[in-house]
């Protein structure tokens, strides 16, 4: 198959991710943060961070966008098994409202780096943007393809907020969470459109239909 990589291939890139965040942490102990749920209409977006130990190596680790809805559910809890320590945050979609999504993102972020159970003396950041850390720290751009404590990161944040989501799908029916998790599909703009807005909605995302 076109673009499937060899076992030695696939092993090499697992290797690299490992060996960026050995090479980046100079003997700190490094928590990788990630997010997820900036852009959906509805429900908080979330932030989770990881730290893994300098021998933890998982397989099949990437992008969480780039993993089955499956494999993620299983890198998950692959994760949360191998982790020294792990966090995740949720900020709501009032606080969204509120503050903006990317300072809403920025809390999450910080969220998840201050629940940790082991404070990490480095932490990398996926995207270009800091979060206003008093630890030392680095953005990564495209970090969850790079990092492994990022690409970890990546999946507990997803699966964390899908998850969330469908709850909110039995508790809001009709929207299509369980479907699209919250994103602005033409289908989920029709429901809003015939059922009104949510309590879970962000009105900030909505001001063309509000």
Partial sequence: MAGRKTPEEELARIRAMKDFDLNKRGGALVAGVDEAGRG???GPVFAAAVILSDDTVIEGINDSKKLSEKKRDELYDVIKEKALAYS???VSEARIDEINILQATFQAMRGAIDRLDIKPEYVLIDG???PGLALPHETVVKGDSKSMSIAAASILAKV????YMLKMAEKYPGYGFEKHKGYGTKAHYEAIKELGVSEIHRRSFLKNIL
């Fill in 40 to 42: 959906p209409l509805a």
């Fill in 88 to 90: 995740v945050c949720a």
């Fill in 128 to 130: 270009n943007k800091s």
């Fill in 160 to 163: 964390s907020r899908d998850r």
